[in-house]
């Protein structure tokens, strides 16, 4: 039996805090302005190994939050296996420097009790995605996504009894619609468990967030702001520059398919890789600075495969924001305004 070398984390991992941490609207949590996300690259058909070695450059390099859900993988679950298996190997003496969140609201398990927002559903999921973990609590559960059918009051409700019950810290909402999330941060504030943060999609292709006043209302409101997709799925990096690779997430036709690179895209793609080039910066880390530069935003959260992919994409922490001339260039394709 071959045993693995034991985990000690970089002593220098909080050397560039002051770059590194935002602090999360008007709570006390300072979360990474780069953060990991276990969406797609860390269930059972990515080697174990590839994982531990993503999570350890992480947190060595400062990131201390790492974002799951109950149905992450693939299969379902099999994320959150992998975060208990690292937490029991590896991160067990570090788990008060982390800061995990899971999520429920998609679908995890059949018949009418594995899906959507009933208080029988999110309390289930969570207790699962502890024993999955090996975790006592976790520091962030959501609500993943909006259930038109459930009462809000269900379901805000389940979430005070969450963290009254220990089971979480903090609560967030995820990709719900406006007026809803104006709903649910006046509930929790009145029952002293405000939101946390909102989760939704903002990156140079996709700017809903901003356009539905969502991202204005959390920054007024003192919540904080996490973008998923902030590479648009991959798109945002230099990897589709030349067409669609093999092996990419592009070429499995999956969650993301080759009808996104249209004349039009490919034609932004260009012109931000020329941004980048004269910057002398990864495609990705320009594309991501972008995204922390907008107001409101506290973090993003970034998928990689590899932890080459995480080196470029941390680089843009200490970048400087886009200039006026730089958004200039990029508008001429009307894809941001």
Same mark, same amino acid.
């Given at each position: 039996?071959? &045993?693995? #070398?034991?985990?000690? @984390? ?8 002051? +770059?590194? *941490?935002?602090?999360?609207? %008007?709570?006390?949590?300072l ?15 990515t080697?174990?190994?590839?994982s ?5 450059y ?8 790492f974002?799951?859900a109950?149905?992450y ?77 459930t009462? &809000?009051? #269900?379901?805000?409700? @389940? ?8 089971? +979480?810290? *903090?609560?967030?909402?995820? %990709? ?24 939704g ?11 539905e ?40 036709q ?46 993003v &959260?970034?998928g ?17 924001p ?16």
């Open positions: 039996m071959i &045993l693995k #070398e034991r985990y000690t @984390a970089d002593e220098k991992r909080y050397d560039n805090a002051e +770059a590194m *941490y935002a602090r999360s609207g %008007r709570s006390g949590i979360l990474p302005r780069i953060s990991l996300g276990f969406w797609q690259n860390f269930g059972y058909p080697p174990y190994d590839q531990r070695a993503i999570t350890h992480a947190f060595d390099n400062g990131i201390t939050h974002d799951l109950n149905n993988g693939p299969p379902y679950g099999s994320a959150e296996e992998t975060m208990g298996r690292l937490i029991k190997e590896d991160f067990a003496p570090y788990r008060d420097e982390l800061f995990i969140s899971t999520k429920a609201g998609y679908d995890m398990w059949p018949g009418p009790y594995g899906n959507w927002g009933s208080r029988k559903y999110l309390f289930a999921s969570l207790d699962q995605s502890l024993k999955r973990m090996n975790l006592e609590y976790v520091d962030l559960f959501y609500i993943h996504r909006y259930d038109p059918i009462p &809000l009051e #269900e379901t805000l409700q @389940a979430l005070v009894d969450i963290v009254r019950s220990g089971k +979480a810290l *903090y609560v967030g909402i995820s %990709r719900w619609p406006l007026e809803a999330l104006k709903k649910a941060n006046d509930y929790l504030k009145k029952r002293d468990v405000p939101p946390l943060i909102f989760q999609r903002l990156n140079l292709l996709d700017r809903a967030v901003q356009q006043g969502i991202l204005d209302y959390c920054r007024d409101n003192g919540i904080g702001f996490i973008s998923f997709s902030p590479l648009a799925q991959g798109v945002l990096t230099d990897r589709y520059l030349n067409g669609i690779p093999a092996g990419s997430r592009m070429s499995r999956g969650t993301l398919t080759n009808d996104r690179l249209t004349p039009q895209t490919m034609q932004f793609l260009n012109k931000l890789n020329a941004v980048a080039t004269r910057r002398g910066e990864p495609m990705a880390a320009t594309a991501l600075s972008w995204v922390l530069a907008q107001q409101g935003v506290t973090s &959260l970034t990689v495969s590899s932890v080459e992919q995480l080196r470029q994409s941390i680089k843009c922490v200490n970048n400087a886009l200039t006026t001339e730089e958004l200039t260039e990029l508008q001429e394709t009307d894809t941001i305004e």
